[in-house]
């Protein structure tokens, strides 16, 4: 095929197709430059998830009508003059493409008036050809209007998700720049609804209150670091808050969020041992370099960087975050003994229910407990011993087996979930006092729209409103086992669950009862009595399948007495 060049028109649309992916895209660029444009409030209404309308208000700088011509060309900058400047900047924009991209795939009506001019002017774009410019009124400042976002590229439209996706990506953005920029008020609204409502915050943690509430808010720990030119500067969460995703883990590099897997994996190496596996940490941590040594200009999107000195950055943050993470106050908090975190009394049926562990008496199976305690021989299986607070070890006939009790206890309590199921429905329990968790709007969003299916596995939740949601009534077989600090981390698992697998109403049922089994079991690090491992081995022993968990992970190893035997030249 013979080259061409192509049509003016269709590069530009090309490249948009790398700038703007999606309506999240639009929005990330037009708060961008509300942002540079030294606005004190930007607000973001969105209808039908940024496919219908985007409009982007702010009170920054504004634009002459000179200005407003330029900014829609490609390549039109006030951000940099030179190549020089490429090396040093400060400002989120500085390709001077976002708004010739999005005119290039939507209808677009810009409002400007600068600060320096008593008049306003309107610009309007079709795919990219400019209408015209007229005469307008405004306060200083600029208004963007998005509509009809790939009504020229239906290819890309197909791509889209529905509208509650496609906005939960947009919410995603705001969310994120509302922390880059604590002292400016941002508000977002989907179809006229206020979602995201933050006045200008004095600091990073007030902000944080604002986006999270203040129990996260609370519950984090300071970190803070300078060396050399580097300065850190943020928070993150003591190792009993966790959630079950990356999503609220979120850097910041000279201003500018990023994806940066060197500062994720610093993290969680700093979290080591501290967490429960699959617990993320959360972490909003601003990362300040000398913006020579940073290069931004990697990503078409703008989402990543470069350090010249990368290992300098995250030595700096390894050592920022370990101080962080061994103040007193936080090792006090690591790991609350089941005991502790079940104190708040919850269940409201004070029946002399035999629970099938009693926790409250855990200890470590050391020392005369161990002695005094009655080992009851169950089947032809006895427990002697717990190893590391994660083995369970067990002398069966055969010779010895070794038991994952945080998977035993999870297929245990998952078959018995599974059973209820099938059978009656799965019981509920009414709790008097309520378990409050505090979500994401995401998570928000989607506990909402799938109440039903949360019913089906015996939650009931209430919405109390400003993200903060309400157990009122759990699963009887998991009421006593889940301890308070579980809820809060399930909420997120289950809505990962819910997001992952719309489709399949099987699937999705099945994930959710793992994914509460998982949550209550016992984990890897609970001491129990003998009596207690008894117990769950036996219970374990009933099931269907004790030998390995719904994933195929085993649950069992065993260890043969002729094995043994020949190990140690016997035979
Ligand atoms: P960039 O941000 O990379 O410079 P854009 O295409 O996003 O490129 O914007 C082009 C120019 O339009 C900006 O450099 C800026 O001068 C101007 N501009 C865009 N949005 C605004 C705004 N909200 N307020 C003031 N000026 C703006
Ligand atoms: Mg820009």
Redo the contacts with the bound molecule.
């Keep these: 095929m013979a080259i061409v060049r192509l049509a003016e028109e269709l590069t530009r649309k090309i490249a948009a197709g790398e700038v703007i992916e999606r309506p999240a895209s639009v929005v990330k660029?037009l708060v961008?430059?509300a942002v540079?444009a030294k606005s004190e409030s930007i607000t973001i209404e969105v209808v039908a998830g940024g496919m219908g309308s985007i409009v982007v208000r702010d009170d920054g700088v504004g634009m002459d009508e000179a200005d407003l011509r330029l900014s829609i060309e490609r390549y039109a900058t006030s951000k940099i003059r030179n190549e020089e400047d490429l090396d040093a900047i400060r400002t989120?924009?500085f390709r001077g493409e976002?708004?010739a991209s999005v005119a290039a795939v939507s209808n677009l009506r810009i409002v400007s008036r600068s600060r320096d001019e008593a008049d306003a002017h309107a610009l309007t774009m079709s795919a990219g050809r400019l209408e015209k410019v007229v005469p307008a009124a405004r306060a200083a400042g600029t208004t963007v209007e998005v509509r009809d976002l790939f009504f020229n590229l239906p290819a890309r439209a197909r791509f889209l998700g529905t509208p509650r996706t496609e906005f939960l990506h947009v919410h995603r953005v705001v969310q994120r720049s509302a922390l880059l920029a604590h002292g400016i008020g941002w508000a977002l609204t989907h179809e006229g609804r206020g979602v995201l409502d933050a006045p200008a915050a004095a600091t990073l943690l007030d902000r944080i209150a604002q986006l999270y509430g203040p129990d996260v808010a609370r519950a984090l720990i300071p970190v803070e670091g300078q060396r050399g030119p580097i300065s850190i500067a943020g928070f993150i969460s003591r190792p009993d808050l966790r959630r079950g995703n990356r999503r609220d883990q979120i850097f910041v590099v000279n201003g500018r969020v990023v994806e940066e897997r060197g500062l994720a994996y610093v993290l969680a190496s700093a979290y080591r041992g501290l967490l429960r596996p699959g617990g993320f940490p959360i972490a909003i941590v601003r990362v300040d370099v000398p913006p020579e040594s940073v290069d931004v200009n990697v990503h078409p999107r703008k989402e990543a960087v470069r350090f010249a000195e990368s290992r300098q950055v995250h030595d700096a943050l390894a050592a920022s975050l370990h101080q962080a993470l061994s103040t007193p106050h936080v090792v006090a908090s690591i790991l609350p003994s089941r005991e502790e975190s079940r104190a708040a009394e919850r269940v409201s049926e004070p029946s002399g229910k035999q629970l099938p562990f009693d926790l409250r008496t855990a200890v470590s199976t050391t020392g005369r407990e161990r002695e005094s305690e009655k080992v009851r021989i169950g089947g032809d299986r006895r427990v002697v011993g717990q190893l590391q607070c994660t083995y369970l070890l067990v002398e069966t006939p055969d010779g010895l087996e070794i038991v994952d009790q945080h998977i035993a206890h999870e297929r245990v309590l998952y078959e018995r979930l599974r059973d209820a199921a099938r059978e009656a429905g799965i019981p509920r329990q009414l709790f008097l006092l309520p378990v409050r968790v505090e979500v994401s709007f995401e998570t928000a969003a989607l506990l909402s729209a799938h109440r039903e299916d949360l019913e089906g596995v015996g939650i009931v939740l209430e919405e109390f409103g400003g993200g903060t949601f309400l157990f009122r009534e759990y699963p009887r077989i998991l009421a006593d086992e889940q301890s308070q600090y579980g809820f809060q981390e399930l909420v997120e698992a289950l809505a990962e669950a819910l997001e992952g697998e719309q489709d399949l109403k099987n699937t999705m049922f099945d994930r959710l009862l793992r994914e509460m089994a998982c949550s209550a079991a016992i984990k890897a690090g609970d001491p129990l009595t003998l009596t207690e491992g008894q117990r769950l081995v036996e219970n374990l022993m009933e099931l269907e399948n004790p030998y390995t968990c719904p994933h195929g992970r085993p649950i069992v190893f065993s260890l043969s007495r002729e094995e043994l035997d020949r190990r140690f030249r016997r035979t």
Excluded: I, R, Y
Aim: no cysteine; aromatic share 0%.
């Design positions: 660029e961008e430059n540079d989120l924009g976002a708004l």
